[in-house]
């Protein structure tokens, strides 16, 4: 069995109210606004260049 549980509040970057999404890199709550849904982090860390995805180039 699955639970979704939709998650609103205050974004943390902008102040927005609204549905959450969490950052899978700093934890920040945020906004859709605020968050790459496509990558799962904040735009803050999607700016400094940061990934979820392990570089398998090198492998």
């Keep these: 069995m699955v639970f979704l549980v939709e ?6 970057i902008c102040g ?3 549905k959450m999404y969490t950052c899978s890199l700093c934890g920040a709550i945020v906004c859709g606004n605020c968050y790459d849904i496509e990558n ?9 260049g940061k990934s979820i995805h392990k570089d398998t180039t090198n492998l």
């Design 7 to 12: 998650v609103t509040g205050i974004c943390s």
């Design 40 to 48: 799962g982090i904040c735009k803050p860390c999607k700016g400094r």
């Design 16 to 18: 927005r109210a609204g």
